[in-house]
């Protein structure tokens, strides 16, 4: 006899909440949701519905194979809920939710009967450890299915019991690679690695609801015994890495050289995942499960973990901004003008993404050079096949002539960093394209509304700033000039989304809004090469501070004369606390311009490299070999100045109507765009965590000590003067 109920906690209201069970005589089916949920989070309310779940099929003996599955396709389960995450803030309160959660998955791992679990699409933290319960996991073998545990990059341990099961399951080395590294992997390296036991193909004849079915009955045949399957046995140099206190003590050694050269000791979380799983294998998995549980109560209330789950959100919402227009985007051609760095770069991400895209560029030499890049960064992309590599290569093509873009539906400009050039190529561009076109400037120092000019309809035109290298930096600047639609505003956010990146919608003011924040921090590490203090010093206090690299080194790796502008082009619109001694002209002059020719102010091609020892004669000063200032003083002069201009743009709408979505732009902005911190949240997130009634001291002691460019701006004085946020307008 068959029987389908809900099985929901008493406090949950309707499906979201609870699991659904069927009973087919020796079958059993747990369902993690109801299919319009698309993927299950792991609920307080689902998790206790889970239970009653697990109570009943323990009590029907007649059960001899359960499998569990997602709620639909598209996702087994995403792990808990993050939104939960962010309200812990009692140690004690966060090690009982992991106890419960491990309790009820204990529940799972004991039953009886022989328990499969069925995966498709993502299966992540909590939906990974459910799975580990399972005695078998069988996933569908689609682009999205995803399985591992990302905890780490919350800032917390996985609490239920996956620092324990990954380890047993898949050996001790392994398992590290995905604890520590916040890793989710493809359903083939699950294969390998024997955190999948099988793979169910995708077939073409198949729609997705007998995709779904054929996945379920795989899993239902292996669960009743009509197919057998075997696990994939551990390496044996793995097991003895797992299972022997010396290897462990030799992998858990390395691995801790290799977390805190990675953290530099700035985030707890992987080294306490470390010790649970070392100290678990040790002292057996019920002990073990005490100390995950323990270690996720003191980490879930860390300010690491606040941070980072201050991200996600970000992360979640810059995702989204281009969604109400993303349909637009289904069979659009892109154009790209300008075939060198930053141009060959975009063209590739968008190939990548399934894109065909034309690359218009002038000269022989650069045609050649930028489809060489476009094959190399394809060839880098992991998630690439062969065939796919070639199909993106089929779809680009190379030329010299504008008028092959008539038929583009956004076209890219990335040409040399000069008006006039730019307005002339808008200008035929605007001509020769459909008024529906986006016309995108990538830009970094001119204003958008200038290049806009040129085109007859300039709502069509607008800024999408991308970083260098392009393939790697995950944030995009999309720049409204004064007549920039919003349709065009959001279709390059969607465009930038769909290349991986996070859009966020600035305004257009020099520097944008990146460039803009990082010049003082820049100018200031000039004024303190003025003072004598060597190279080594200032990046070592900007690095130690959680940067990933320091000023000087950054400006090597933007290029010096790159630089240069950029400084001119700040110093002449904002003024005297942008200004600094005229190092990088200089250092131009004298035929250095940073990593791209190997000479600038470290020498290039030294392992590891090293400061020039001549640049300090080439540049007139005499290295101070004292300790003062301090590395704190360092730092607050390096980074108070950033929190200044940031409050200056949030004040100044430069991220739009300032408020708790604004200050999470620029927030988002800092850490995607210059690698501020993570950590550290952001730059208004840390001026947060200071407190503004700090932050204006400082700066005002600053300012005694080394001049009035550190003054504290409006913004910050007036969210001093009434104790207030800066995720709050003021008046
Ligand atoms: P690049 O010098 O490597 O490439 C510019 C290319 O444009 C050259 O191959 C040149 O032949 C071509 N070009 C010049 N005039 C042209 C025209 N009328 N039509 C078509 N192609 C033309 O320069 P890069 O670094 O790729 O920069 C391009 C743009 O991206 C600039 O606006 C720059 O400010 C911006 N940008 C650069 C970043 C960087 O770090 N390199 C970062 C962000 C933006």
Do not use: W
């Not at 004690?92 to 039953?111: I, M, N, P, S």
């Not at 089929?394 to 092959?404: A, F, G, N, V, Y």
């Not at 040409?415 to 307005?423: F, H, W, Y």
């Not at 090597?556 to 502008?565: I, R, S, T």
Request: glycine residues 10%; proline residues 5%; neutral net charge.
């Amino acid at each position: 006899m068959e029987t389908t109920s809900e099985s929901s906690s008493p406090s949950s209201a309707g499906t979201a909440g609870s699991v659904k069970i069927e009973l087919k005589g020796a079958l059993a089916v747990i369902r993690l949701g109801s299919p319009e949920e698309k993927t299950s989070i792991l609920t307080q309310q689902r998790i206790a519905s889970l239970e009653q779940a697990l109570d009943r099929i323990a009590a029907a003996p007649e059960v001899k194979g359960l499998v569990v599955i997602g709620p639909a396709i598209t996702g087994f389960c995403g792990g808990a809920d993050v939104a939960a995450i962010q309200t812990v803030t009692d140690p004690a309160l966060g090690e009982r939710l992991a106890r419960q959660g491990q309790d009820v998955f204990a529940k799972l791992a004991a039953l009886k009967c022989t328990t499969v679990a069925a995966i498709s699409g993502a299966c992540v933290g909590g939906g990974c450890e459910l799975a580990l319960c399972c005695d078998y996991r069988i996933l569908l073998d689609s682009p999205e299915t995803k399985i591992g545990l990302p905890e780490i990059k919350l800032g917390i341990v996985p609490g239920f019991g996956g620092t324990q099961r990954l380890p047993r399951l898949i050996g001790l080395p392994n398992a590290l690679d995905i604890i520590l590294g916040g890793k989710v992997v493809p359903a083939k390296k699950a294969l390998r690695l024997g955190l999948a036991d099988r793979l169910v193909g995708v077939s073409v004849e198949r729609d997705k609801a007998a995709t779904f079915a054929a996945l379920e009955s795989t899993a239902a045949d292996v669960a009743t015994g009509k197919l057998r399957i075997q696990r994939t046995p551990i390496a044996l140099g793995h097991k003895l890495m797992t299972f022997t206190g010396l290897g462990r003590s030799l992998v858990q050694k390395r691995a801790r050289a290799e977390v805190l050269k990675e953290t530099k000791g700035h985030y707890p979380a992987p080294l306490r995942a470390l010790d649970a799983a070392v100290q678990g294998l040790a002292l057996g998995l019920g002990e073990g499960l005490k100390r995950e549980a323990r270690a996720l109560g003191e980490m879930i209330v860390t300010p690491e973990s606040k941070s980072l789950v201050h991200l996600y959100f970000l992360t979640e919402s810059a995702s989204k901004l281009g969604r109400p227009v993303a349909e637009h985007l289904e069979g659009i051609s892109v154009g790209v003008v300008g075939g060198g760095v930053m141009g060959a770069g975009i063209a590739s991400s968008c190939l990548a993404q399934g894109m065909p895209v034309i690359v218009v560029e002038p000269s022989a030499e650069a045609r050649s050079k930028a489809s060489t890049h476009i094959k190399n960064s394809l060839g880098k992309r992991r998630s690439l096949s062969d065939k796919d590599r070639e199909e993106c290569l089929e779809r680009l093509r190379i030329s010299d002539q504008l008028e092959e873009l008539t038929g583009a539906s956004v076209v890219v400009e990335a040409i040399v960093e000069d008006l006039e050039t730019k307005r002339a190529v808008f200008e035929r561009l605007g001509a020769l394209t459909e008024p529906s076109a986006v016309l995108a400037s990538n830009t970094s120092s001119l204003p958008i509304t200038e290049i806009a000019r040129a085109v007859s309809d300039p709502q069509r035109v607008v800024g999408m700033h991308f970083f260098n290298p392009v393939e790697k930096m995950p944030l995009v600047e999309v720049v409204r000039g004064g007549a920039t639609s919003d349709m065009a505003a959001l279709l390059t956010a969607a465009l930038a989304g769909r290349l991986g990146k996070y859009p966020v919608i600035v305004e257009d003011v020099p520097g944008f809004l990146v460039n803009r924040i990082l010049s003082p921090y820049i100018a200031e590490a000039a004024h303190l090469l003025a003072e004598g203090l060597p190279v080594e010093r200032i990046d070592a206090a900007a690095l130690d501070f959680g940067m990933p690299m320091g000023p000087v080194r950054l400006l090597d790796e933007v290029g010096l004369d790159v630089a240069a502008k950029v400084q001119q082009i700040m110093t002449e619109s904002y003024g005297a606390r942008m200004q600094a001694p005229d190092y990088l002209r200089r250092m131009v002059d004298a035929g250095r311009l940073g990593k791209k020719n190997g000479k600038g102010f470290y020498r290039h091609g030294d392992i590891p490299e090293q400061v020039a020892d001549d640049v300090y004669t080439l540049l007139g000063l005499t290295v101070r070999d004292d300790q003062r200032p301090a590395t704190e003083v360092l730092q607050e002069r390096l980074v108070l100045p950033l929190v200044n201009e940031a409050v200056r743009c949030l004040d100044e709408r430069v991220a739009g109507s300032p408020g708790k979505e604004a200050a999470g732009q620029i927030d988002l902005a800092t850490v995607m765009g210059m690698g501020f911190a993570p950590f550290r949240g952001g730059i208004l997130h840390y001026a947060e965590s200071l407190g503004a009634r700090t932050v204006a001291a400082r700066l005002d002691s600053l300012a005694e000590t080394y001049g009035p460019r550190f003054v504290p701006c409006d913004g910050i004085r007036a969210r001093a003067a009434g104790n207030l946020s800066f995720y709050v307008a003021i008046e």
